[in-house]
């Protein structure tokens, strides 16, 4: 008989969810039934989501069925989350991503990237660059969009220095993800999460601190004084980042004997661009066209223009991504071939990150819908009184990373920074700087693939090893609670009453 793969995680993993559910529904907290019933089912989620006890996209479609059986909320409410953009988002880029790898486009891209001088010679270089990049687009690209338009070309960069790495280490043969390609897609995750720290309209979360601040204190926050408390924070977390990413996943080896001979060789074996190719190219480009339309028209034309409201309403990155995507089903490659794309090819697709984002989205509505955020975040302020300023403003910062990876940055931000001030006045802090804290912080969780969009576009790669993302994303996390309070400390302190 033929052995079960079944590990001793597993096992323990498969009773421990359900015990911590059931003490959680006999104690006497004081919690409604629905709350009540929805922290168990957390503590559930998360035990098997840690110890691997079923699929990671299993657990969180097991989490929304436990949710319907238990009353937690009726079924059309829980199950509409699969109806969210990202999802779409999620889908467009997995079609363009498979067009890239059938006809080798996101290799090309990769070599020509490689091929910058020195870039190649190293891959801490190339971790390092990469990170940079998606820093910089995610300051006018939604964040997820900017892990669509990576992930592709670092697929590529993968797959080109693959052989060379595992040669050298003496494991030609060997299928494990290397520390090198784990480390390219954290950076590459985490750089378009931070980035999108830089404006207002990086992350939708952004806007929901952004407009809350302007009404509750009644100031002026413009832009540029959302980029100046901004920048040193992004700046300061992207060499964070690179630190405990290539501490963290350390790449096999550091320099790649002969990279420049082994890159001019690959990229000359390339020869012309493919009808494929082109093609993939039109649907990519029209995609981060359609991107970074409405960031560009608010930029030219002033994000108060009725052009921009428009394009902000209706050009959602889901929609841009649907329609490159499509794009592929009606371009030829040739009389012979037909389309670029027939649907057979999508059957080689990862489905599973679909699951898993529209779970945490389902998730994190029910956090809110329940009520069960905001009574975690009212007890939190009752405990915080006379630590100081610099108490609360680290405890803000760090509750609002620690509810941003079980709950979307949206849901996390909309729930605490309302709350904020009060916690703020009542630890004795500013409320306007621990507003700005909490709403900085509340775009980070790095550790789950559920915590970010991004996080989840990257996982789907099959490249980041489950533990490896929690034990490199808890560390960024931390670090982020100090960068954020820090640097927004430093803009006060050098602005004063001129921040408005």
């Not at 996101?106 to 001088?117: E, K, T």
């Not at 059957?347 to 389902?362: E, I």
Request: glycine share 10%.
């Amino acid at each position: 008989m033929k052995k079960l793969p079944l590990g001793m995680g597993n096992v323990v993993g498969l009773a421990l969810g359900p015990i911590l559910l059931i003490i959680v529904l006999m104690l006497p907290l004081p919690l409604s039934g629905g709350q009540q019933r929805l922290l168990g089912l957390m503590l559930l989620t998360v035990a098997y989501w840690g110890t691997g006890a079923l699929p990671i996209p299993i657990t969180s479609i097991l989490a929304l069925a436990l949710a319907t059986l238990l009353g937690i909320a009726p079924a059309n409410e829980i199950f509409r989350a699969f109806s969210s953009p990202i999802i779409f988002l999620l889908i467009g880029e997995f079609i363009i991503t498979q067009s890239m790898i059938k006809y080798g486009l996101g290799r090309r891209m990769a070599l020509h990237i490689l091929d910058l001088p020195g870039v190649a010679k190293s891959t801490y270089r190339i971790i390092i660059v990469f990170g940079a990049v998606a820093v910089v687009l995610a300051s006018v690209i939604n964040s997820a969009a900017v892990a669509a338009t990576m992930v592709p070309i670092a697929v590529g960069l993968v797959e080109a220095l693959s052989p060379a790495i595992r040669s050298e280490i003496g494991a030609p043969n060997s299928k494990n993800p290397l520390r090198f390609s784990t480390a390219l897609m954290l950076i590459t995750a985490y750089g378009s999460v931070v980035g999108g720290l830089m404006t207002p309209f990086g992350d939708p979360s952004n806007l929901v601190g952004w407009f809350f601040m302007q009404k509750r204190f009644h100031i002026s926050f413009p832009v540029g004084t959302w980029i100046i408390f901004a920048a040193p924070v992004v700046v300061a977390q992207l060499v964070i980042i690179s630190i405990i990413v290539l501490v963290m996943n350390r790449p096999e080896i550091g320099l790649i004997p002969k990279a420049a001979a082994i890159i001019k060789q690959q990229k000359g074996g390339l020869g012309p661009m493919s009808n494929g190719e082109i093609n993939t190219a039109i649907a990519f480009c029209l995609a981060i066209i359609l991107w970074l339309l409405p960031s560009v028209v608010g930029f030219v034309m002033g994000y108060r223009a009725p052009e921009y409201a428009l394009l902000r309403a209706r050009l959602s990155p889901a929609v841009g991504a649907i329609f490159g995507a499509t794009l592929l089903f009606i371009l030829p490659v040739s009389l012979a071939d037909g389309f670029t794309l027939q649907w057979r090819d999508t059957r080689k697709m990862d489905w599973g990150p679909v699951l898993l984002v529209g779970s945490s989205v389902a998730l994190g509505k029910l956090m809110a819908m329940t009520g069960l955020a905001k009574v975690v975040g009212d007890g939190l302020a009752h405990n915080v009184s006379g630590v100081g300023a610099l108490g609360v403003y680290l405890f803000a910062a760090t509750i609002a990373i620690l509810f941003s990876e079980l709950t979307t940055n949206l849901a996390s931000v909309s729930v605490l920074v309302p709350i904020v001030p009060a916690l703020a006045l009542a630890g004795g802090g500013n409320p306007l700087e621990a507003t700005i804290m909490a709403t900085f912080a509340g775009v980070y969780g790095f550790a789950l693939p559920i915590s970010t969009s991004a996080n989840a576009i990257v996982y789907a790669s099959g490249e980041i090893p489950f533990l490896s993302m929690v034990k490199t994303g808890i560390l960024v996390d931390f670090s982020g609670i100090v960068v954020v309070v820090a640097g927004v400390r430093l803009v006060f302190y050098l602005l004063g009453a001129h921040i408005a």
